[in-house]
């Protein structure tokens, strides 16, 4: 045996493991970003309902009700409508949560899934809507990261006005 067959032997020995390890990493990266998505989704869709448990229980206890709520958004972003009564939370995902373009109802809770101009990527919507339930107010129009939030019930302020005010503020 000659001294170059070692170095050949070597060279085509580490050439097939950088092959072999870039074949597994091609696979095992999609896979692990849909689970990472699935899981991003569950999380958020629990908080969602967190979320809603809060508002019904402030506006079920009455005027001058509070309950602190901590959030830890770790995508996308929670959008809180004041005009339209709404509480949303979008991201974009590889995980189709629902068929594209058909509203999901779990509870109070409205899931949306909708395809991008992307192949394989989707828009995912979370939407509570109080719009028959509450005037839902805020101080904050988009919220992403940890928060602390306190959900208050202010009563009816104007007596022809029907509905509840609820506001969500940050502490």
């Known amino acids: 045996m000659k001294k170059g067959d070692v170095w050949i032997s070597a060279v085509l020995y ?60 770790r995508r996308g972003s929670l959008i809180i409508d004041s005009q339209l009564d709404l509480v949303q939370w979008k991201f974009d995902s590889t995980v189709l949560l629902s068929e594209p373009g058909v509203k999901l109802q779990e509870g109070n809770l409205e899931i949306l899934t909708e395809m991008t101009g992307v192949e ?38 104007v007596p022809s006005q029907e509905i509840p005010n609820i506001t969500i503020t940050s502490l």
């Not at 699935?38 to 009700?65: C, E, F, H, W």
């Not at 990527?121 to 005037?135: G, I, K, P």
């Open 14 to 73: 580490t050439a097939l493991g950088i092959i072999l390890l870039t074949l597994i990493l091609s696979a095992g990266l999609p896979v692990m970003k849909k689970i990472k998505d699935k899981n991003t989704a569950v999380q958020t869709k629990d908080m969602m309902l967190q979320i809603d448990k809060s508002v019904r229980t402030v506006y079920s206890q009455g005027p001058g009700a509070q309950r602190p709520l901590t959030l830890d958004l």
């Open 120 to 157: 394989k990527q989707y828009e995912t919507t979370f939407t509570l809507n109080y719009s028959y339930v509450v005037d839902l107010r805020s101080d904050m129009n988009e919220i992403s990261g940890s928060n602390q939030l306190l959900i208050s019930n202010l009563g009816i302020e």
